[in-house]
């Protein structure tokens, strides 16, 4: 260790000999599956099928019983049925779903007591300009008289008692050929049947939806609906007899309302108009007067920029008695949910992983704890359409992965604690759509599964890489972020919850294609290994560490052809780095053994079953030897190669398949994600738009895995990191999506034991002891994985010595310790 490395450890240590520590918590026990995820309950038909119209009402009983008092889901499809899944009262539903049939596709679902019998029925608005009345009998669900024809499309239908007679009304909203909006009131009878009224009423151009409610507080039924066309929402007041006058014409400060609700968001016991903006990708909010006018709309992002909402609920999900706001997002996957303050504020929108293409959304209380819980419609990501539950939790959580929304298409996400306060964060890069626009942006932590994303930092070139590491040495983090146009390196400093631009270092010639840090020269400094797909062949430049965020090349090792991918690992067991690439020109990996002064032998070939695009490193099989898993692109598969201890890799076993042809692993990881001690692999697929999980199975030296699931992210997940992001002991997943809709989704681990950050020497608190072990730990130089803590070298520390989370015992987990000793 160099003299003034080891001034720096032992000058902070004795700043810290005073450092208070706190009892350890409570660990929480393990819970299946292995990541928080919605629970998808499969509908019939195809993908196509899927509507998005839905109700949670309660029909009927399991087996087809009676109503029970638990809600249902009632869900019309495109091959003109309707599906009703039969809620258990557990956030559940019965595989047996009830099927009814319709004249036509549906476009307009409402419910209602018609007939006075207690129960609900179902009204369904179709294609074919009719309407439907069902009622559930015998396990099945049954038509009610005949259809009502409307001789206009519906697209909204909302119910009421308009005339004040005691009987429910309805209320049908749509368009004709023309495009011209179109309301008719049908009064109820209190049998079930209707009586149309004389005349319908001109709602606009466009209409799209409808909502009832008294807004001037008359007493009397007023309603509103969206015109798409028009960007507007107008206002028609009822007069006790069943007929309306317009009353005001609003704008919905965005492009495309295609929803509309009147819950009261600021409790003065008058009900407001929210308007979802489809095109704009808002939602909108104006609160009523006391002369029944809305006030100017206050506008609110429903998602990340081009998520494209399709459907608006109203519910109490966090069970705080305010009014929130739930909306399905198209293109990002994930339901969106604004938890409202009461006051008619909102907070930003928090982002819930569901299923491929959600087109609808309903909310209600599937478990009876008194919090809305949220069923996204989607068209699903297998053969046919899903309701993806949502279970709402405390803390304004539901039980799913979370997008974080960005700023603009990532291409890149990398990991570290960036902000120095034992959270691990994450780096995202963005090319940008021209060359020289590309970004990078922090999505910092704040612990519980919160966070916080920076504003993105502008930089030149294409930024297709980045890392965290410690650059100079100062036990502070850099981030470093490749470009490939024109090939460099550009190295950020945090600071005041941003990045600042510190240097530039240009590359040797070449196109740069991946990168990876280590301290390949045991000086205490991050170093950096770039992989370069050069006109003489794949090549891996090393730059090595240097006062004042410098990185200096310090040499170049020729590998296979287009190296796609490079990782570090110790092949040799000589306790120094080394470097292994994934050569998707020449269907094989490179492994270079370092010297440990920052320079590396000649690399030796392995050939691997196909073209590999991304790698990574474990001791698979515990045998003290390290192993590699390889991702194949073409095969949608994953193959592990068991290292000898001499840099070779003699065995091999059946490739780990996604199950589902085309797939592509984007990224592949390594890690103890079940808490049992062995590494196991997650890797990122890019078609189906999951992560998918394999652990290892058998005895410790066993080399068998079993998958353990897949997990949905937003669209096309292009590359992974894999840490403790929220801070609780337990390794998760961070996944950058190439949507159009621009999020990372973060995939908290739920299963599994968990460690107490920072305790290191594993008495349950974290003090001055645990910086000495840390500092006596990574003071070796040696690279030392956390399932690798207690085995590895001559110093034995616990697994929560990886105080930040990534996986690995580095002198920035120094500062991580300190951070988490005051927590």
């Not at 009632?74 to 595989?95: T, W, Y």
């Not at 799913?400 to 603009?408: K, Y």
């Not at 920072?758 to 910086?771: K, P, S």
């Amino acid at each position: 260790m160099g003299t003034n490395m080891r001034k720096r450890i032992y000058r902070f240590l004795f700043a810290c000999a005073g450092v208070v520590w706190f009892p350890a918590v409570a660990v929480p026990q393990s819970l299946p599956p292995l990541f928080a995820a919605a629970k998808l309950w499969e509908l019939i038909g195809t993908p196509s099928d899927a509507t998005g119209l839905g109700l949670l009402v309660d029909v009927a009983g399991p087996g087809g019983a009676p109503r029970d008092g638990v809600l249902d889901l009632v869900a019309p499809m495109q091959s003109q049925q309707v599906v009703v899944l039969v809620g258990r009262g557990d956030g559940s539903f019965s595989q047996s779903p009830l099927v009814g049939e319709l004249n036509g596709i549906p476009t307009a679902l409402a419910t209602g007591d018609f007939d006075g019998d207690g129960g609900a029925e179902v009204i369904v608005g179709d294609s074919s300009n009719f309407l439907s009345v069902l009622r559930s009998e015998s396990g099945s669900l049954v038509a009610v008289g005949a259809p009502i024809d409307l001789r206009f499309l519906p697209r909204g239908l909302a119910t009421g008692d308009f005339d004040r007679d005691g009987h429910l009304d309805l209320l049908a909203v749509g368009e004709n050929l023309q495009q011209a909006g179109l309301g008719w009131v049908l009064f109820g009878e209190g049998d079930g049947t209707f009586t149309p009224a004389a005349e319908t009423i001109e709602t606009g151009s466009g209409t799209a939806a409808v909502a009832v409610a008294d807004f001037n507080g008359d007493g009397r039924l007023d309603f509103a609906v969206a015109n798409e066309l028009l960007n507007e929402v107008v206002q028609y007041v009822g007069d006790g007899r069943g007929g309306f006058a317009r009353a005001q014409r609003w704008n919905s400060g965005g492009e495309g309302p295609i929803a509309v609700a009147a819950p009261d968001v600021n409790g003065d016991g008058r009900a407001d108009v929210i308007a979802l903006n489809g095109a704009s990708d808002t939602v909108s909010f104006g609160l009523t007067q006391p002369n029944g006018q809305w006030g100017a709309a206050r506008v609110f992002r429903t998602g990340a920029p081009a998520s494209s909402p399709r459907g608006l609920a109203i519910g109490d999900v966090n069970g705080d008695g305010r009014v929130d706001v739930v909306v399905a997002n198209n293109f990002s996957f994930d339901t969106g949910v604004l938890f409202g303050d009461g006051l008619g504020g909102f907070a930003p929108v928090r982002l819930f992983v569901a299923d491929a293409e959600p087109v609808g959304v309903v909310v209600g209380d599937l478990n009876q704890d008194r919090r809305a819980d949220v069923v996204a419609l989607t068209r699903g990501g297998g053969a046919r359409p899903t309701a993806a539950v949502l279970i709402s939790t405390a803390g304004n959580r539901l039980i799913g992965a979370e997008n974080i929304p960005l700023e603009s298409v990532p291409n890149f996400v990398a990991s570290g604690d960036v902000d120095g306060d034992g959270l691990l964060d994450l780096a995202v890069t963005s090319p940008g759509s021209v060359v020289g626009q590309a970004s990078i942006q922090v999505v910092a932590s704040a612990g519980g599964g919160l966070f916080v994303p920076w504003s993105p930092v502008s930089g030149s070139g294409d930024a297709i890489a980045a890392v965290v590491t410690d650059v100079d040495g100062d036990l502070k983090p850099e981030v470093i972020v490749l470009q490939s146009t024109p090939a460099a390196l550009q190295v950020y400093r945090p600071r005041r919850r941003t990045l600042e631009f510190a240097r530039e270092v240009r590359l040797g010639t070449g196109t740069p294609r991946a990168m990876v840090a280590a301290d390949f020269n045991r000086d205490g400094r991050g170093d950096v290994a770039v992989a370069v797909q050069a006109a003489e062949g794949g090549n891996v430049q090393v730059l090595t560490g240097a006062p004042q965020a410098m990185l200096q090349p310090r040499t170049t090792i020729a590998v296979g052809d287009f190296p796609l991918g490079v990782a570090t690992g110790d092949f040799n067991r000589d306790g120094l780095v080394d470097l292994i690439t994934a050569n998707n020109g020449s269907s094989n990996v490179s492994v270079a053994l370092g010297n440990g002064d920052g320079t590396f032998r000649q690399a030796t070939s392995v050939g691997v079953a196909q073209a590999p695009r991304a790698i990574t490193v474990a001791d698979f099989d515990r045998d003290g030897f390290d192993d590699v898993a390889v991702g194949f692109p073409v095969a949608g598969s994953i193959q592990v190669l068991f290292g000898d201890g001499t840099g070779r890799f003699p065995s091999t076993i059946s490739p780990l398949g996604f199950g589902t042809g085309g797939e592509v692993p984007s990224a592949v990881w390594a890690r103890d994600v079940n808490g049992d001690g062995l590494p196991d692999i997650l890797a990122s697929g890019e078609v189906g738009s999951i992560v998918r999980a394999f652990v290892r199975t058998g005895a410790a030296t066993a080399r068998t895995f079993q998958s353990a699931g897949s997990f949905s992210t937003n669209r096309r997940p292009i590359s992974m990191a894999v840490g403790d992001f929220d801070g609780d002991g337990r390794y998760d997943a961070a996944a950058a999506a190439s949507s159009p809709a621009p999020t990372v989704s973060v995939l908290l681990n739920v299963s599994g034991s968990s460690v107490r950050r920072g305790e290191a020497n594993e008495d349950g608190r974290v003090t001055a002891a645990d910086l000495t072990a840390v500092v006596r730990k990574v003071a070796t130089f040696e690279k030392v994985r956390v399932e690798d803590v207690a085995v590895r070298g001559n110093t034995v520390v616990g697994r929560g010595a990886d105080a930040d989370g990534d996986g690995e015992l580095t002198p920035l987990d120094i500062m991580a310790t300190a951070a988490w000793s005051f927590r």
